[in-house]
Every structure is written in C-alpha cells, then in structure tokens.
C-alpha cells in the first residue's frame, strides 16, 4: 500500500495543524496506522497509532493536544494537532501494517510514507 503525508507546515507555538495520510487502496479500512515523528539528530518517536477498529493510542508528550482519526470512505488517516510546542518541531511519517494491536515500534511497520515536516516556532 503506497501512502500520502500531507499537511505540514510553518506554525506559531500555540496553534494547530491537520496532517493527512492517503492511502492508495481501498483495503486501507484493514490497516492499523501510525504516526511517527523525527527531529533531526533525534531517533523516529512514536507519536500516535489508530487500529482498523478505531482504538487509538498516544505518546505521553501528546496526550491532550493530538487527535488521530480516520475516515475509511476517503482512506484517509488524520492526526489533528493543536496547542503545538516548539519541542513537536519534526518530520512526521505516516505507517501501516494489518494487525490487531497498536504498535509503537517503527519496526513493526510494513509500509511507510515519505514525511511531512512541522516546524513550530517560539
């Protein structure tokens, strides 16, 4: 399955963004996706991940200010984004792999998007 980050973006500390991960088939509904992220010199970093069924998981940095959803007629994963912090200043990947659980391991993903960046300024 190819897959579409999207909406990045320049933003003041405070505000928000809406980032999209379009997925190339229809079967996308049966993938379980994350989102990840990674500043430069720093590892990837769980961010979010949503299974086929709609439980969502979050970092603990997150918790609060970001939002996955999915809308499975558009396959479509989004990760709404507010309050932003200079700190969420990344490049953020989208990732699915068909499983039940809601893995916060890049390497339990199968495919991958190629990035979004988000820089937040102070």
């Known amino acids: 399955v190819q897959l579409q980050a999207s909406g990045g973006g320049l933003v003041q500390a405070g505000g928000s963004l809406r980032l999209s991960c379009a997925a190339s088939?229809?079967?996308?509904?049966?993938?379980?996706v994350g989102w990840f992220r990674q500043a430069p010199g720093k590892e990837r970093e769980f961010v979010a991940v949503?299974?086929?069924?709609?439980?969502?998981s979050y970092a603990d940095s997150v918790k609060g200010r970001f939002t996955i959803s999915r809308d499975n007629a558009k396959n479509t994963v989004y990760l709404q984004m507010i309050s932003l912090k200079p700190e969420d200043t990344a490049n953020y990947y989208c990732?699915?792999?068909?499983?039940?659980?809601?893995?916060?391991?890049?390497?339990?993903?199968?495919?991958w998007g190629q990035g979004t960046e988000v820089t937040v300024s102070s």
């Open positions: 949503i299974t086929w069924g709609g439980g969502t």
């Open positions: 990732a699915a792999v068909r499983t039940y659980q809601r893995p916060t391991n890049p390497l339990s993903y199968d495919y």
């Open positions: 088939e229809r079967t996308f509904s049966t993938y379980t």
